[in-house]
């Protein structure tokens, strides 16, 4: 009967576990998901999104996250950058306290925040702080892309420029590790105001005569890239970091135009004279250290002026 069509449904439900619904967000964590077969412990290995290896996540983690196999470098998380950069025992965090809150009334943001800092270890998508690499005193802050995939709001902006005042205080260098979708939509025009508050910071502090190294890791975008992401002295970029304003397909809608082929690449961005070095995460600290070592003045860095 024609009634029976509707009666009984064609087609076929799937029960979709819970571990297969959570972080879809998360390239990494679904290539985990999709690369365990039902004879693994869930979790334990991880795909290679570059080659293809399986690769044991003990040893993945131990090599700083990059592929054993082809140096696909995974994203890593604020703190774990922190470990494999800074003298053990040297960091002090800073503005840890100070919060997001939801100055527009942008429906759920509280929400959104509230998941960020339980879904990662730092309460903002910036972590600051000074410590010592290799014995040399920095002022350092890194993205951390668990937390709303690194974008700058208010609070990002303010610990950024109060660590860049810190060193102007304290005549110490700026590095900033950068990994950001850009500016927080649910701040508005006040994530925008960001972009000139950073700059501004860094602007005071080469007016000081002290080093700003910038570092762009996988994926820094948007107003990040447009402010101060793009201003260090010398600006370093991570192998095969996507760096870029916005992404391709709106790029194509506004001019018309295609990108050549890995246009947003690091590489790329080195061939074309935006990216200075592009240095293997395992070489970072030393790269650093040297680059700190060849900006010192006797016993310090810069002058107060
Ligand atoms: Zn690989």
């Known amino acids: ?112 925040l509230e998941e960020a800092r339980n879904k ?32 700058m709001g208010s609070v990002t902006g303010e610990r950024i420029t109060r660590a860049v005042e810190r060193a102007i205080e304290l005549g110490y260098p700026v590095i900033i590790f950068s990994t950001s979708g850009g500016a927080r939509m649910q701040e508005g025009i006040l994530s925008l105001y960001q972009m000139a508050k950073t700059s501004a910071a860094l602007g005071r502090l080469a007016e000081h005569h002290l080093l700003y190294i910038s570092v762009l890791t996988d994926p820094t975008f948007g107003g990040v890239t447009a402010s101060y992401a793009s201003l260090g002295d010398i600006n370093i970029a991570e192998p095969g970091a996507l760096i870029g304003f916005t992404g391709p397909r709106v790029i194509k809608q506004t001019m018309r135009k295609e990108l050549p082929a890995g246009a947003q690449t690091a590489e790329f961005n080195q061939d074309h004279g935006q990216i200075d070095l592009v240095v293997e995460r395992a070489e970072i600290r030393s790269v650093l250290a040297r680059l700190l070592r060849y900006h010192q003045e006797g016993a310090g860095y810069g002058s107060t002026l």
């Open 1 to 112: 009967m024609f009634k029976d069509i509707f009666r009984k449904p064609k087609y076929i439900t799937i029960n979709s576990s819970p571990t297969s619904q959570r972080n879809l967000s998360e390239p990494t964590q679904v290539l985990e998901q999709t690369s365990t077969r039902k004879e693994l412990p869930d979790g334990l290995w991880v795909k290679c999104p570059k080659c293809g290896e399986v690769l044991f996540k003990k040893d993945l983690n131990e090599n700083q996250r990059v592929c054993t196999e082809c140096s696909y470098h995974f994203r890593i998380s604020a703190r774990e950058r922190l470990d494999h950069l800074v003298d053990p025992g040297t960091f002090e965090e800073w503005d840890q306290e100070l919060e997001s809150i939801n100055p527009l009334g942008f429906p759920e943001y509280e929400d959104k």
């Open 120 to 151: 990662s270890d730092v309460s903002e998508s910036v972590l600051t702080g000074q410590g010592k690499i290799d014995g040399l005193p920095i002022v350092l802050a890194f993205n951390d892309e668990k937390f709303m995939m690194g974008s």
